[in-house]
Nanobody
Framework: QVQLVESGGGSVGAGGSLRLSCAASGDTYSSSYIMGWFRQAPGKEREGVAAVYFGRGTTLYADSVKGRFTISKDNAKHTLYLQLNSLKPEDTAMYYC????????????????????WGQGTQVTVSS
């Protein structure tokens, strides 16, 4: 059974840091072509934050988080991470982990419909 479980969210002040984790079960991790992090703030659309292509190891970031967030993975633990540094109030959102096992050439990494598997989300709240 495919399962993605996020953890590590919380409440921090501006400038603080958090590390989010996404534990993948079953064949999800080992057969993934791409895994990513998305976020959704109240009243806003879900947006791509970062992603990693497993084959090439390529990492991609939204412009709004470049230089502050880092995506990484631990193959032995089947876990995807997102290190959040220099947090801003506008980073407040529910953060979701996503995965897909297909190449889907032509679809950008940040497209919500690009991914078939999703976690339940972990809340990040940044106060000013």
């Amino acid at each position: 059974q495919v399962q993605l479980v996020e953890s590590g969210g919380g409440s921090v002040g501006a400038g603080g840091s958090l590390r989010l984790s996404c534990a993948a079960s079953g064949d999800t991790y080992s057969s993934s072509y791409i895994m990513g992090w998305f976020r959704q703030a109240p009243g806003k659309e879900r947006e791509g934050v970062a992603a990693v292509y497993f084959g090439r190891g390529t990492t991609l970031y939204a412009d709004s988080v470049k230089g502050r967030f880092t995506i990484s993975k631990d193959n032995a633990k089947h876990t995807l991470y997102l290190q959040l540094n220099s947090l801003k109030p506008e980073d407040t959102a529910m953060y979701y982990c996503a995965a897909d096992q297909r190449s889907r050439t032509g679809i950008t990494w940040s497209a919500v419909h690009r991914y078939v598997y999703w976690g339940q989300g972990t809340q990040v709240t940044v106060s000013s």
